[in-house]
């Protein structure tokens, strides 16, 4: 093409405007980023793109990758995050890591030195692409601009597609001011497609039956069934044939905590019923699930009497940890769509005889609830996150780091629905609370979402507090507050003779001063008799605020299986 | 026992580095390898002799079979990495 016929040629475009453009093909309403040297030109470029193309300005990359893991677990879609290059990406990696583990579908796009600097150790150069090659299902290192919207079509399609995850686009300062003609693919044609094929018949006839057979069988449900949006048809099965659900923590809210059916989390700070119930299956039916050890106790006794079926859209983790008798590779959705559909030809009166085995379940929930002794002197977590649920009618989007306060808030919230509990599962990662929560705040501004955080976790990423300022959002903060790494300290009170090593943060600021300092408000909660006025004011208010609320420090955890342990031998206190 | 795996997967960059790569993240220590062009445009063979002791292979083929731009992931038993480069010396 002749120069001046490429000039007027409105599809020929530098880099970082295919970048963009493609972003647009994808339906990405909302980046969040940090910008830098080598992302210079997309920056440039977004400002073109503005009432298009929402970008946040975080205040961390780190920060940025949870607001996309936030924006990606609450909304169903795939999140984007922005970094440069150098210092810039490796802050991306705990994020990345995260959204590696928890199948959190994601797209972290970063700049790199200008292509014939790579490998010299130019300033703010490193290969990310490199680093993060174990907590990616791909990476991408652009090599010219005219191949930019092939791979972000591809990336999207793989971070979505079959088991979710991250996807790494590493671009070159100079492929984006570099031009080519932008020339979207109407599908994704240079890889193996993800086949989404039924489950075998047989297997779900001859899963179907083993569900009539079992005299004790229960449902132990995951994440899985969030990612593919199966709560409908999860609830249909559990209700039709009248068993009993446990779920994991990624599976809060993937059945309702509150359905009669529902035995609540099972796993090391799990429920009796639920623990007890897959201790004495005589069928496991597993969805969505990887049989984690902080689920599963000490695997050789875990379930010693029952037969599994396990459904997983990852044939990888299916049989990975645990003998599987009945494995069933395929989409929650379909397969528990197929199972309903074989219903169809049985007579609706004809159910499993679980008569004796709800008998046992209901006892063991009347005989061994969740339990904690109430203080009228000092607030009690249980009783914060039960008030918590009242006053936001279990309906709130709440998102947790890791430790004690997570699994107190797992334990009593009483998750209604999938997409509700934003956690950081399988990484554990202190700070991912508060930036996850503004995530969801942007994509749902009008809801009533909290990040409930605990100090520590807390002072990780509480910068984000001027993010969630600066764009005007109504994100409350709860702050657990025991002046203390809880749940560290729990396993050094109980398995190192209270040898309490490096625990103490009491050296932490004044929550509600610094809540101030950034624009915020600030409430503070002492006494249990302040908790629900504060919680009340704090929720109701518009705006950003930060609620400081003092709680007992040195209450535990329970039930708690020990390291090592099978999940009967429970400590219940 | 040791185990030949042999790896068809695409030559673009960066992704026999996150196939090899795999195989320590997994526990899989390689003993030899083999990397040279694939039968097929743009494609990569890549041959490891790995001893698998107790570990679930049956999952680690799934996983390898499942990574972006793998064709196909064949095993076999023993140290067959010379017979298989042989092929390849003509």
């Known amino acids: ?49 503005e009432g298009r193309l929402r970008h946040i300005l975080c205040r961390h990359e780190q920060g940025a990758v949870h607001m ?90 793989i971070a979505r597609s079959g088991r979710p995850g991250p996807v790494l686009i590493d671009i070159p300062k100079d492929v984006t001011a570099e031009f080519a003609h932008f020339n979207y693919p109407s599908a994704v044609k240079n890889l193996e497609l993800f086949e989404t094929i039924p489950a075998n018949d047989n297997d779900i006839s001859n899963a179907l039956a083993k569900m009539f057979e079992a005299k004790q069988p229960v449902f132990y449900v995951g994440g899985g069934v969030t990612r593919s949006s199966a709560t409908e048809e999860l ?10 659900v446990t779920t994991t923590l990624m599976g809060l809210g993937a059945f309702p905590a509150r359905h009669p059916n529902s035995l609540g989390m099972l796993g090391m700070h799990g429920n009796f019923a639920a623990n007890s119930a897959i201790s004495d299956a005589d069928l496991i039916v597993a969805v969505g699930v990887r049989f984690d050890d902080r689920v599963t106790g000490n695997i050789n006794k875990f379930a010693p009497q029952a037969e599994i ?48 085995w709800w008998n046992q379940i209901r006892a063991w ?33 709440i998102s947790t780091d890791v430790g004690q306060h997570q699994m107190w808030l797992a334990q009593y919230y009483g998750f209604r629905r999938m997409r509700q509990s934003l956690t ?60 203390n790494l809880g749940m560290v300290r729990q396993w050094q009170e109980i398995f190192y003779d209270k040898n309490y090593s490096e625990v103490d943060l009491s050296g932490s600021p004044d929550f509600v001063k610094l809540a101030e300092a950034y624009g915020a408000r600030g409430l503070r909660a002492r006494h249990p008799a302040e908790l629900e006025d504060v919680l009340a004011e704090g929720l109701n208010s518009s705006g950003v605020v930060v609620m400081d609320i003092c709680v007992e420090p040195e209450e535990c955890v329970f039930p708690m299986i020990p390291p090592g342990a099978g999940l009967k031998e429970m400590q219940l206190q | 026992m040791k185990q030949t795996i042999s790896i068809l997967l695409s030559n673009r960059f960066n992704d026999a580095e996150r196939i090899i790569g795999l195989f320590s993240a997994t526990g899989y220590k390689i003993e ?35 990574q972006v731009r793998v064709s196909s992931v064949e095993v076999a038993e023993g140290d067959g990495l010379a017979n298989e480069q042989a092929k390849f010396m003509v």
């Open chain 1, 424 to 483: 950081s599962g399988g990484l554990g990662t202190m700070g991912f609370g508060l930036p996850a929560a503004l995530g969801a705040q942007i994509a749902f501004p009008d809801q009533q979402v909290v990040a409930f955080v605990g100090d520590g976790g807390f002072q990780m990423t509480s910068q984000e507090l001027a993010t969630a300022v600066q764009y005007r959002t109504n994100l409350k903060i709860i702050v657990m507050n025991n002046n």
């Open chain 1, 1 to 49: 093409m002749k120069k001046s016929s490429v000039e007027t040629d409105p599809s020929y475009m530098r880099g970082a405007q295919i970048l963009c453009e493609s972003l647009l093909r994808e339906n990405v309403d909302v980046i969040f980023g940090y910008p830098g040297g080598a992302v210079l030109h997309i920056y440039d470029e977004l400002k073109c793109f």
């Open chain 1, 309 to 356: 079926i396990h459904i997983d859209v990852d044939s990888a983790s299916v049989r990975q940890n645990i003998k599987i008798h009945y494995p069933i590779t395929g989409d929650a959705k379909n397969v528990l769509a197929q199972m309903l559909g074989k219903l169809e030809d049985i007579d609706s009166q004809s159910k499993p005889d679980v008569e004796d």
């Open chain 2, 32 to 66: 030899k390898m083999f990397l040279t062009e694939g039968d097929g445009e743009n494609l990569s063979k890549l041959i490891v002799v790995t001893d698998p002791q107790d570990k679930n292979v049956v999952n680690f083929l799934a996983r390898l079979r499942q």
């Open chain 1, 235 to 244: 609830m249909r099965l559990a209700e039709r044939l009248n068993l009993p």
């Open chain 1, 365 to 397: 929930q009347k005989d061994f609830p969740l339990r904690y002794e109430y203080s009228e002197n000092v607030i009690k977590p249980q009783f914060l996150c039960q008030e918590l649920a009242r006053l936001t009618s279990n309906d709130a989007i």
């Open chain 1, 68 to 157: 996309a893991e936030g924006y990606a677990l609450a909304t169903g879609k795939t999140g984007v995050a922005l970094a440069t290059s150098g210092p810039g990406a490796t802050n991306t990696v705990t994020g990345i890591a995260n959204a590696f583990m928890d199948s959190t579908p994601l797209v972290v796009i970063t700049g790199q030195v200008p292509r014939p600097m790579m490998g010299t150790m130019a300033f703010q150069e490193i290969d990310i692409a490199g680093i993060t090659r174990p907590c990616t299902k791909y990476s991408y290192v652009v090599k010219e601009a005219g191949e930019l919207a092939e791979i972000v079509q591809e990336a999207f399609y």
